[in-house]
């Protein structure tokens, strides 16, 4: 069973930063897209940073500038470092990895979601 474990939230004032981490630990072939989404509440998800496995990366347009989303892909890890911070930034934050497995000579791939970090944003 794979998963995905996060940390690195918390409490910052507006203008700081946070550096989130998430890390995929189980048994799979690889992971194509690492990807961080976040949601507010009353507020659908969104995508905030994405990276592929070859590196192109991919932001949300009110992060840009502001955050920068890399990846190990030697230890199956995505990280997510938040500048600039807003109360706009304020959300739970979620790591999703497009998880690819091998079934008999074939590979098939399904979406796994981490359980979610507060980030608040508040003087």
């Known amino acids: 069973q794979v998963q995905l474990v996060e940390t690195g939230g918390g409490l910052v004032q507006p203008g700081g930063s946070l550096r989130l981490s998430c890390t995929a630990s189980?048994?799979?072939?690889?992971?194509?897209?690492m990807a961080w989404y976040r949601q507010a509440p009353g507020k659908q998800r969104e995508l905030v940073a994405g990276v592929k496995i070859g590196g192109t990366v991919s932001y949300g347009d009110s992060v840009r500038g502001r955050f920068t989303v890399s990846r190990d892909n030697a230890n199956n890890a995505v990280y997510l470092q938040m500048n600039a911070l807003t109360p706009e930034d304020t959300a739970v934050y979620y790591c999703?990895?497009?998880?690819?497995?091998?079934?008999?000579?074939?590979?098939?791939?399904?979406?796994?979601w981490g359980q979610g970090t507060q980030v608040t944003v508040s003087s």
């Open positions: 189980g048994n799979f072939y690889s992971i194509y897209n």
């Open positions: 999703y990895a497009e998880i690819t497995y091998t079934i008999g000579a074939r590979h098939d791939d399904y979406d796994l």
